[in-house]
């Protein structure tokens, strides 16, 4: 067992409420300590995080918190613990040692100030969160509504640059402000995720040739950005991401990457294009039959097959999320995959993509792991 290995497995186990406990106080556990797993972050090979929810009694009451214990070397503010081989990083949430925006963010006086309102209600929202990476919170002043993207520093400079160009082309909203270091302030866009309209057709769909001009107004300023790997070109990250999650699936898996491999590399893909990065229902919005983009950390050059592959591999999954509400997609998927392979060089290249995006997502819900493998070894049986 390798020392990444041992170390998922301590935080996987009851043994991790120790670490945390000796993270709090110093010591041994506080009376009444439970500790839960909450999150999971696993990066083959590099790094792997845990979040907790945590309660302990103190002399004023029962207290719930929410800790963070990751593998990878932090700094302050987190507490740094040994255990055997392995060292282990542990702090509160939102004290992300990597994010020095996020606890200002989580706080609703700083960001009303930071918005210039004083609303009679507020709320304030964590949408999203991925340790010592990103975060996203949605603030909502009464009627209006702000995001706040939360970064390291440096990448918030590069996503400022990606929001400048889709903005100039017409596709998101400007920003709104860079308050803190690592903070993104964005209006909301006008109208409704493309899941909305997934799960209520009536509302309007778009075409696949719709989608497809999208792509074609993409500012052409993205192909001199910095090119990011997309999912096809990670197969072992995500096979071993997978294996992590399916342990008993770790054949299958490995049969689909080579499956993949030989078709990714021999089946030709068109031209180095500007691409979104990650194209999915929950990023596209829809107004008034117009199409804008949000989340655009990983727009830069690529190939249209990736963008369109990410689409179509979202739509796939959906219906095992709530089959009651995504009726519709099945067929849709069809006509979309019939005009997007037909708008490509090679189908072929598309469903390797379309496979390879499903084999990522395997690890993202145990709960639909399993279905998510079965899907990409179909698709990959289109790529044959």
Wanted: charged share 20%.
């Amino acid at each position: 067992m390798d020392d990444l290995t041992a170390a998922a497995a301590l935080l996987r186990s009851t043994d991790a409420g120790g670490l945390l406990a000796a993270a709090l106080t110093g010591g041994p556990e506080p009376a009444g300590f439970t500790a839960a797993l909450t999150d999971w972050h696993y990066r083959p090979g590099a790094e792997v995080t845990a979040g907790y929810r945590v309660g302990y009694d103190t002399p004023g009451g029962h207290v719930v918190e929410h800790l963070f214990a990751t593998t990878s070397a932090v700094g302050a503010p987190a507490a740094v613990l040994a255990r055997g081989a392995s060292r282990f990083a542990v702090w509160r949430h939102p004290d992300d040692p990597r994010l020095p925006g996020l606890a200002p963010s989580c706080d609703p006086a700083t960001v009303m100030g930071w918005l210039g309102v004083r609303p009679e209600r507020f709320d304030l929202s964590l949408l999203g969160y991925r340790p010592l990476r990103r975060a996203v919170l949605r603030a909502t002043a009464d009627a209006d509504v702000a995001y706040l993207k939360v970064l390291r520093p440096g990448r918030a400079d590069a996503l400022a640059e990606r929001q400048g160009l889709f903005a100039g082309a017409g596709l998101t909203p400007a920003l709104l402000s860079r308050p803190a270091p690592g903070v993104l302030v964005t209006p909301a866009a006008g109208g409704r995720p493309l899941a909305a309209h997934l799960a209520d057709p009536g509302l309007g769909l778009p075409g696949a040739g719709d989608l497809l001009a999208l792509l074609d107004r993409l500012p052409p300023g993205l192909v001199s950005l910095p090119r990011r790997a997309p999912w096809a070109e990670r197969l072992d990250f995500h096979a071993a991401t997978a294996v992590d999650r399916l342990p008993d699936a770790a054949g299958r898996v490995g049969a689909l990457r080579t499956r993949l491999e030989r078709v990714l590399a021999t089946a030709p893909v068109g031209p180095t294009v500007p691409t979104h990065g990650d194209l999915h229902e929950a990023n596209i919005m829809v107004e008034d039959g117009r199409l804008s983009l949000i989340d655009l950390d990983a727009a830069g050059p690529g190939h249209r097959e990736d963008d369109l592959a990410c689409l179509l591999a979202h739509l796939a999954v959906l219906p095992s999320l709530s089959p009651g509400h995504y009726a519709a997609v099945p067929a849709l998927l069809e006509a979309w995959w019939e005009a997007f392979a037909a708008a490509t060089p090679e189908p072929a290249a598309l469903a390797a993509r379309v496979s390879a995006v499903l084999l990522s997502l395997v690890a993202g819900d145990a709960g639909q792991a399993a279905t998510r493998l079965a899907s990409a070894e179909q698709w990959a049986g289109r790529a044959a």
